[in-house]
């Protein structure tokens, strides 16, 4: 049976993400998933992610390690309690800060590991640290604060929106 | 006459890139000019690219920053030496870091302002604060620490691809 990524757990109603949700055709799509006490996304940039001509884009290297982070807070917190990421109660996190530093360009013509590891969980605020691999190679790394938010609270900020 | 936005002036060999090349017709295309002593990129996200539903992807946020402040940076060095972009030598910039702040949900229905200030030119690093505003209210802030590069060290990585 083929393992089911973090990404797939998440409602529909939270599935839109441009970055990971499984529902919108235009967006990555990112899958992340447990590898040991990592989390593993794996990406292959299109073509035209380019930052020069060969490289890939840092904004889209920021975009991976945001979702990846995310999701693995939510990972780790299921974790945490030992349960399956579709029972309830819900955890739901948005992140609140992302910080990346770029070592070095990272070739566009490769399949892209993202690697978290989980430094930190404080209540509602899970701390990853994430590295992005080319080729062996770790050419950029990150760290991500993800809040974690009631579901009632994502809820409530869409409905602020459909009621315009 | 209309106002040459700082991506206008890139070689076609840098505007490829995905978040303000020019020439990359799946990119952001960002523009990125002057306000005072400000510079303001204005940029309204398609409807795919959401978080949740009705807000902003922070990926996208992340982008925009990151290549408004490269633009700034760049920007910055020749405004400070009174000199046209298209004059030499030239002034190339890459991301060192990228450091974001979400303070709260990003609304996708209006057209975003990106703007920067130069925080501080230390010899090859410029490091640039960035808010994003929406609606009138700064939604997220970033910083950002841009390097400069020599034109040989661009065509040197772009060559050892091209070798491949």
């Known amino acids: 049976m083929a393992v089911k990524a973090f990404q797939d ?3 529909d109603h939270l599935s839109h993400c441009y970055g990971c949700g499984k529902l919108n055709e235009h967006g990555y799509q990112i ?18 992610h380019t930052a020069v001509p060969g490289f890939v884009y840092g904004g889209l290297l920021a975009s991976l390690i945001d979702c990846h982070a995310t999701g693995s807070a939510a990972g780790a917190m299921y974790r945490k309690e030992n349960r399956e990421m579709n029972t309830e109660p819900s955890f739901r996190f948005l992140t609140g800060s992302l910080n990346v530093k770029y070592l070095k360009p990272t070739p566009i013509d490769c399949t892209l590991q993202i690697r978290g590891r989980i ?18 190679v770790i050419t950029v790394k990150g760290e991500v604060v993800a809040v974690q938010v009631p579901d009632k609270y994502i809820e409530d900020i869409m409905k602020s929106v459909a009621q315009k």
Not at 31 to 48: A, I, S
Not at 121 to 136: E, P, R, S
Request: hydrophobic share 30%; charged share 30%.
């Open 9 to 11: 757990y998440y409602p």
């Open 31 to 48: 899958k992340t998933v447990w590898d040991g006490d990592e989390t593993l996304t794996t990406f292959t940039p299109k073509h035209y």
């Open 119 to 136: 430094k930190e969980i404080d209540g509602k605020k899970v701390t990853i640290d994430v590295d992005v691999i080319a080729n062996g």
